[in-house]
Protein backbone atom coordinates (compact mmCIF):
# COMPACT_ATOMS: atom_id res chain seq x y z
CA UNK A 1 0.00 0.00 0.00
CA UNK A 2 2.71 2.32 0.70
CA UNK A 3 4.22 2.14 -2.64
CA UNK A 4 0.96 2.69 -4.47
CA UNK A 5 0.73 6.17 -2.34
CA UNK A 6 4.33 7.10 -3.53
CA UNK A 7 3.79 6.38 -6.42
CA UNK A 8 0.44 8.51 -6.38
CA UNK A 9 2.34 11.19 -4.73
CA UNK A 10 4.94 10.86 -7.21
CA UNK A 11 2.27 11.37 -10.22
CA UNK A 12 0.66 14.47 -8.84
CA UNK A 13 4.30 16.48 -8.03
CA UNK A 14 5.63 15.44 -11.22
CA UNK A 15 2.64 14.56 -13.93
CA UNK A 16 4.90 14.42 -17.35
CA UNK A 17 7.08 12.44 -15.92
CA UNK A 18 4.58 9.73 -14.83
CA UNK A 19 3.03 10.23 -18.89
CA UNK A 20 6.05 9.68 -20.38
CA UNK A 21 6.52 6.34 -18.19
CA UNK A 22 3.48 5.24 -19.11
CA UNK A 23 3.78 6.22 -22.39
CA UNK A 24 7.12 3.98 -22.49
CA UNK A 25 5.58 1.34 -20.59
CA UNK A 26 2.70 1.24 -23.67
CA UNK A 27 4.72 1.26 -26.52
CA UNK A 28 7.15 -1.74 -24.58
CA UNK A 29 3.89 -3.51 -24.70
CA UNK A 30 2.97 -3.36 -27.94
CA UNK A 31 6.01 -3.59 -29.68
CA UNK A 32 7.01 -7.02 -27.51
CA UNK A 33 7.24 -9.95 -29.82
CA UNK A 34 8.23 -8.15 -33.16
CA UNK A 35 11.94 -8.35 -34.78
CA UNK A 36 14.30 -6.51 -32.93
CA UNK A 37 17.22 -4.50 -33.95
CA UNK A 38 20.65 -5.43 -34.12
CA UNK A 39 22.75 -3.31 -32.25
CA UNK A 40 24.59 -1.12 -34.54
CA UNK A 41 22.26 -2.32 -37.67
CA UNK A 42 19.78 -0.08 -39.41
CA UNK A 43 18.01 -3.62 -40.64
CA UNK A 44 15.78 -5.67 -38.25
CA UNK A 45 17.20 -9.52 -37.52
CA UNK A 46 15.65 -11.91 -39.26
CA UNK A 47 14.37 -15.55 -38.03
CA UNK A 48 12.47 -18.26 -40.07
CA UNK A 49 9.38 -19.68 -38.27
CA UNK A 50 10.02 -23.57 -38.14
CA UNK A 51 7.22 -26.75 -37.59
CA UNK A 52 8.27 -29.70 -36.19
CA UNK A 53 6.57 -32.97 -36.55
CA UNK A 54 7.64 -36.55 -34.73
CA UNK A 55 5.83 -39.13 -36.45
CA UNK A 56 6.41 -42.73 -36.09
CA UNK A 57 8.96 -43.69 -38.57
CA UNK A 58 10.64 -39.93 -39.14
CA UNK A 59 10.68 -36.54 -37.92
CA UNK A 60 9.80 -33.69 -40.51
CA UNK A 61 10.62 -30.43 -40.20
CA UNK A 62 9.82 -27.42 -42.36
CA UNK A 63 10.98 -23.62 -42.40
CA UNK A 64 9.56 -20.98 -43.90
CA UNK A 65 12.28 -18.94 -45.71
CA UNK A 66 10.19 -16.35 -48.29
CA UNK A 67 12.42 -14.86 -50.88
CA UNK A 68 15.03 -16.89 -50.35
CA UNK A 69 16.54 -19.66 -52.38
CA UNK A 70 18.44 -23.05 -51.84
CA UNK A 71 21.95 -21.06 -51.94
CA UNK A 72 21.11 -18.93 -49.25
CA UNK A 73 20.75 -21.43 -47.10
CA UNK A 74 22.93 -24.09 -45.45
CA UNK A 75 21.61 -27.20 -43.83
CA UNK A 76 24.18 -29.10 -41.57
CA UNK A 77 23.40 -32.05 -39.63
CA UNK A 78 26.33 -33.52 -36.71
CA UNK A 79 24.73 -36.49 -35.15
CA UNK A 80 21.93 -35.68 -33.38
CA UNK A 81 21.90 -31.53 -33.87
CA UNK A 82 20.20 -30.17 -37.19
CA UNK A 83 21.36 -26.50 -37.49
CA UNK A 84 19.46 -24.07 -40.44
CA UNK A 85 21.58 -21.01 -41.00
CA UNK A 86 22.07 -18.53 -44.11
CA UNK A 87 21.46 -14.61 -45.18
CA UNK A 88 18.48 -13.53 -46.24
CA UNK A 89 20.34 -10.60 -48.63
CA UNK A 90 18.46 -6.70 -48.43
CA UNK A 91 17.89 -5.42 -51.68
CA UNK A 92 18.49 -1.46 -51.72
CA UNK A 93 16.12 0.94 -54.01
CA UNK A 94 16.84 4.71 -53.44
CA UNK A 95 13.21 6.54 -53.88
CA UNK A 96 13.76 10.18 -55.13
CA UNK A 97 10.26 11.43 -53.59
CA UNK A 98 11.74 10.73 -50.38
CA UNK A 99 9.76 8.50 -48.86
CA UNK A 100 10.62 4.87 -48.81
CA UNK A 101 8.95 1.63 -46.51
CA UNK A 102 10.05 -1.42 -46.29
CA UNK A 103 8.25 -4.24 -44.24
CA UNK A 104 10.66 -7.44 -45.34
CA UNK A 105 13.22 -8.55 -42.47
CA UNK A 106 16.52 -9.33 -43.68
CA UNK A 107 19.83 -10.84 -41.83
CA UNK A 108 21.78 -13.70 -40.87
CA UNK A 109 20.08 -16.67 -39.07
CA UNK A 110 21.21 -19.73 -37.05
CA UNK A 111 18.42 -22.00 -35.95
CA UNK A 112 19.84 -25.50 -34.11
CA UNK A 113 18.02 -28.23 -32.33
CA UNK A 114 18.74 -31.71 -30.97
CA UNK A 115 17.17 -34.32 -32.52
CA UNK A 116 15.97 -37.36 -30.14
CA UNK A 117 18.10 -39.77 -32.38
CA UNK A 118 21.32 -39.54 -34.54
CA UNK A 119 19.76 -39.92 -37.78
CA UNK A 120 21.60 -41.38 -40.97
CA UNK A 121 22.53 -38.17 -43.02
CA UNK A 122 22.78 -40.63 -46.45
CA UNK A 123 18.82 -41.17 -45.57
CA UNK A 124 18.39 -37.00 -44.92
CA UNK A 125 16.47 -35.73 -47.22
CA UNK A 126 15.81 -31.57 -48.03
CA UNK A 127 13.50 -30.27 -50.91
CA UNK A 128 13.10 -26.64 -51.43
CA UNK A 129 9.62 -24.91 -52.80
CA UNK A 130 8.22 -21.49 -53.23
CA UNK A 131 10.16 -20.21 -49.88
CA UNK A 132 9.33 -23.71 -47.66
CA UNK A 133 12.39 -25.67 -46.86
CA UNK A 134 11.19 -29.58 -46.07
CA UNK A 135 13.71 -31.89 -44.50
CA UNK A 136 12.81 -35.10 -43.27
CA UNK A 137 14.62 -37.06 -40.94
CA UNK A 138 14.30 -41.23 -41.10
CA UNK A 139 14.02 -42.81 -37.52
CA UNK A 140 16.81 -45.30 -37.11
CA UNK A 141 15.61 -48.82 -36.77
CA UNK A 142 15.08 -49.26 -33.30
CA UNK A 143 14.95 -45.89 -32.06
CA UNK A 144 11.59 -45.26 -30.73
CA UNK A 145 9.80 -42.40 -30.31
CA UNK A 146 10.70 -40.71 -26.71
CA UNK A 147 7.35 -39.05 -26.01
CA UNK A 148 6.42 -38.35 -22.26
CA UNK A 149 3.28 -37.21 -20.90
CA UNK A 150 3.83 -34.48 -18.19
CA UNK A 151 1.00 -33.70 -15.62
CA UNK A 152 0.26 -30.18 -15.57
CA UNK A 153 -1.35 -28.88 -12.25
CA UNK A 154 -3.49 -25.66 -11.80
CA UNK A 155 -1.61 -22.28 -11.12
CA UNK A 156 -2.68 -22.72 -7.28
CA UNK A 157 -0.59 -26.09 -6.79
CA UNK A 158 -3.66 -28.31 -7.10
CA UNK A 159 -5.31 -30.52 -9.13
CA UNK A 160 -4.83 -33.69 -10.58
CA UNK A 161 -2.65 -35.06 -12.41
CA UNK A 162 -3.74 -36.30 -15.80
Not at 34 to 53: D, K, N, Q, Y
Amino acid sequence: MASSLVTTRESLRDPLGTLHREVNRVFDEVFRGFPSFRSGAAEPAFAPSLEVREQEAEIQVSAELPGMSEKDVELTLDDDLLTLSGEKKSERAEDKEGVHLSERSYGAFHRSFRLPFAPDPAKVAARFENGVLSVTLPRPPGAKPSIKRIAIMGGDGRGKPN
